[in-house]
């Protein structure tokens, strides 16, 4: 009998892992047999690409077995791991820009007619060979810089199949692309499905799961609460999975009073980039900008910052037209700018909570031009406790913290600058369900206390849930504007692809 | 701070520091006369431009940058405070228009890479040749020599009877030390090597304090360039070729990084101090120069390797 169809062809037992003060993995369990599509499910620090990391050899597991076709297995690295079939496609593809498709497919391992000469005939045509087994219209020899998302993504997995993947995992490979592009992936995953590969599949987009899983495999804080053939599960049952309880104590909203204009934009332009943006920020509100990547949400926030350069437009902060031609600037005004990006945009991660939390007040902090070290240890201090950073002490770095906590730390820096109008790019982006829930209790405090918060999000439940008002961004423009009691999520998403004229405000 | 975070944040100048010193005792064992006052003053005494320098090129390497002009600037500082001295002008006045030349050279380093977007490696490097072939030119390839004992003083003098060089450098170290540790230029240094767009993003200006960070290594390289002049007696044009080179290993040696966002002035100091003592102790030994190069050479792979060993991180 094929052994294929009797034992998984990757079966995870008691996986654990742990990182500096988070259990990443506890006790997860899983099999992926050849053929199936098994979708992995959970919310964003459940666990899920720590389990692929472990996979495809990125990460070290610290306790567990890894069995391929029922024989336990030591991965020892990403190379051992493609030598051993298990694939990996990331959201950020791993391809060199500059090169053909075909020379990514085989990179480290091209045909060679001599020692260290390359045989770029045969190269040529085993790459296309497997990019027309795999039925896409991608021709081998074009530089991969000039091919649309969707077809580098072909590459990533045209490179992975030549490498004999058995198992291949795809990490939110749907996000960047369009729903042709979306229906021609589908047809290459039943393609590859029917050759015996396993396909692990992670997506946030839940319809798409019914459309493509077989089974699916729901991870919450790292450990394993269940899995269902897809055709035995509903919608409801694996949210109620995946957050472990109802959806309503998830976003607990507080209305604050609405006091005086905080932040006034006027046609704000920047050519190709932003078109007559238009919309006012009043203290004690919430405001939610939706809109999909690429729509303009962060460039305006980069814009209104004085990060990017504009190309006209006024600015008004607390009622007074202003000129904020860099981030000092509106710093200086009482902008705080939270960014979608912490690891490269919000936080130095080699300097300490308390360096990075006074950073933007160093100035301010010092006499003289002398640093009042007091000073800075008592505003970290005060930031410590208000926040519940959970951090051994004022000096320990940053890069050392869980991804909440890192929020935290770039919140305490725009509390330190006695910030009033803040604008959070993605707040709860990477970051677990407890700490989501503790980010939107601060931002209710910053409310109450009379800021105003601009709140960038690309999960709608989390802009319905948090907002007073909404603002969709489409190409660039405010293609819609509401209230809270009368926003959906559907209206959301029809402004957002730009098929609603704008509401009154 | 606790002691445990006092020894993670000094730990890796504690293990240079016991580098050196291993070095010393066995340089001890071999050769009784290293560990002798007038030695060691001697070792302080040939470290202290090589320290001088390194210390602009610290500031530089934390800042996530690099100079390679330092060399160059040590000459051209050198001869235009030379020939202002032999055409009578007032020591002090002649020292001042040095540091200046210095200080102008770094600064338009700075601008080049800041507001002309260039990499440092480029621009120092263009800036490296164009001042030598600048002390060159204004020197006619000749020397200038011959000075009064009271520029002299700098490189012969003694406070407390510790030698003028050696004070010199101990003051530029604790004000750099202070600098970088007590001042928001210094706290900048770190973070714009560690994250220049976080660093931006919370309102650094980056681009002033880097031209600044450039005219400050400028300024140091004609410091040294003016204890250099005085001790040889004389302001060559090929004065100072490879000393980036030693003031840059002086600086890895020392724990920075070349990343940037790492790195510390004591560091340095003990850095610079390991190639003086092991430059000393080779020529006490009677080691040819060649063998020198090779063991010099050896030292810095070593502190490097050794360094990484330790901070890997686990998988």
Redesign the interface.
Same mark, same amino acid.
């Given at each position: 009998m094929n052994p294929a169809l009797t034992v998984p062809a990757l079966a995870l037992r008691g996986i654990r892992k742990e990182f500096p003060g988070v259990v990443a993995l506890d006790g997860v369990d899983l099999d992926l047999w050849a053929g199936e599509v098994h979708v992995l499910l959970g919310e964003n620090g459940a666990g899920k690409s720590t389990l692929m990391k472990i996979i495809s050899g990125a990460? @070290?597991r610290d306790a567990g077995e890894v069995l391929l076709d029922g024989v336990p297995i030591e991965i020892r690295?990403p190379r051992h791991a493609q030598a051993l079939g298990l694939g990996i496609i990331y959201q950020e593809f791993n391809l060199i820009p500059h090169l053909t498709a075909g020379e990514n497919i085989f990179l480290g391992r091209e045909p060679r007619l001599l020692a260290g000469v390359i045989d770029q005939r045969a190269l040529v045509r085993a790459a296309q060979k497997i990019l027309d087994e795999l039925g896409v219209a991608i021709d081998a020899r074009s530089v991969v810089s000039r091919l649309s998302v969707a077809q580098q993504q072909m590459v990533e997995v045209a490179k992975a199949l030549s490498l004999n993947a058995r198992v291949l995992m795809m990490d939110e490979p749907t996000s960047a692309l369009t729903e042709q592009e979306i229906r021609e992936l589908f047809a290459t995953i039943a393609r590859l499905k029917a050759r015996g590969v396993a396909l692990v599949y992670i997506s946030h987009r839940m319809e798409e799961l019914f459309v493509i899983g077989d089974r699916v495999t729901v991870l919450r804080d790292g450990r394993h609460v269940g899995t269902r053939p897809i055709g035995e599960t509903t919608m409801p049952e694996l949210v109620r999975l995946m957050v472990g309880r109802d959806l309503k104590d998830q976003f607990p909203k507080q209305t604050a009073p609405v006091g005086d204009e905080a932040l006034r934009v006027e046609g704000l332009r920047r050519h190709g980039v932003l078109h007559d943006i238009n919309f006012t920020l009043r203290r004690g509100e919430v405001v939610g900008l939706a809109g999909l990547m690429g729509s303009g949400r962060t460039e305006l926030a980069r814009a209104v #910052?004085g *990060?990017d350069p504009v190309d006209g437009g006024r600015i008004f902060v607390g009622g007074h037209e202003r000129q904020i031609g860099? &981030?000092?600037a @509106?710093?200086?005004l009482g902008l705080g #700018?939270l960014?979608e990006d912490r690891k490269?945009?919000? $936080?130095?991660?080699?300097?300490s909570v308390q360096?990075n939390t006074c $950073? &933007?007040s160093?100035?301010a902090f010092?006499r003289f %031009?002398?640093?009042q070290?007091a000073q800075e240890s008592a505003a970290t201090a005060a930031r410590i406790a208000e926040l519940r950073i959970k951090t051994p %002490?004022p000096?320990q770095r940053v890069g050392t913290l869980s991804g909440g906590n890192q929020q935290k730390v770039v919140l305490g820096?725009w509390l330190t600058?006695e910030a009033d109008v803040f604008i959070f790019d993605e707040p709860t982006r990477g970051i677990d369900v407890g700490a989501k829930v503790e980010i939107y209790q601060l931002i209710n405090q910053l409310a109450a206390r009379g800021a105003a918060v601009l709140m960038i999000s690309s999960e709608l439940p989390e802009i319905l849930g948090m907002s007073d008002r909404i603002l969709v961004m489409h190409a660039g423009r405010i293609a819609g504007e509401f209230t809270a009691a009368e926003a959906t999520q559907e209206k959301l998403l029809a402004a957002a692809l730009g098929r609603a004229g704008r509401h009154a405000a | 701070?606790?002691p445990r975070?006092f020894l *993670?944040?000094s730990g890796r100048q504690f293990g240079t520091l016991v580098g050196l010193f291993a070095l010393c005792a066995v340089l001890w064992a071999l050769t009784p006369h290293f560990l002798t006052v007038s030695n060691l003053l001697n070792v302080a005494q040939q470290t202290s431009i090589n320290a001088v320098i390194a210390v602009g090129l610290t500031f530089v390497i934390i800042s996530g940058g690099i100079d390679l002009s330092v060399g160059s600037l040590v000459a051209f500082s050198g001869v235009v405070t030379a020939s202002l001295l032999q055409r009578t002008v007032p020591v002090p006045l002649a020292l001042l228009a040095g540091l200046m030349t210095g200080l102008a050279c770094g600064l338009v380093n700075g601008l080049l890479i800041t507001f002309g977007r260039l990499p440092p490696f480029i621009a120092t490097l263009g800036i490296m040749s164009v001042a030598r072939g600048g002390s060159l030119l204004y020197t006619n390839g000749r020397p200038v020599s011959g000075f009064g004992e009271d520029f002299r003083w700098i490189a012969t003098g003694e406070i407390l009877r510790v030698p003028v060089p050696v004070v010199i450098m101990i003051v530029v170290y604790a004000i750099a030390h202070f600098v970088l540790r007590?001042? &928001? #230029?210094g706290?900048?240094l #770190? *973070?714009m090597g560690?994250?220049e767009? @976080? @660093? $931006? $993003?919370?309102?650094?200006?980056v681009r002033l304090h880097k031209t600044l960070v450039y005219g400050v290594c400028g300024l140091l390289s004609a410091l040294a360039a003016v204890m250099l002049t005085a001790r040889l007696n004389s302001a060559q044009p090929i004065a100072g070729i490879n000393y980036e080179l030693d003031a840059i290993a002086a600086t890895v040696i020392g724990g920075a990084s070349l990343l940037g %966002?790492?790195g510390s002035v004591v560091g340095t100091l003990i850095g610079a101090l390991i190639m003086g003592v092991l430059r000393n102790g080779l020529n006490l030994l009677g080691v040819s120069s060649f063998i020198q190069q090779v063991v010099i050479g050896a030292v810095i792979i070593l502190a490097v390797l050794l360094d990484t060993a330790f901070k890997r991180p686990k998988?």
């Open positions: 990460v @070290a690295g #910052f *990060a860099s &981030p000092r @509106a710093i200086d #700018f960014t490269h945009q919000g $936080l130095v991660l080699g300097l360096e $950073l &933007p160093v100035g010092s %031009g002398v640093m070290v %002490g000096h820096k600058t | 701070m606790k975070e *993670a944040h007590r001042t &928001p #230029f706290r900048y #770190f *973070a560690g994250n767009e @976080a @660093a $931006l $993003l919370s309102g650094v200006r %966002g790492q998988r």
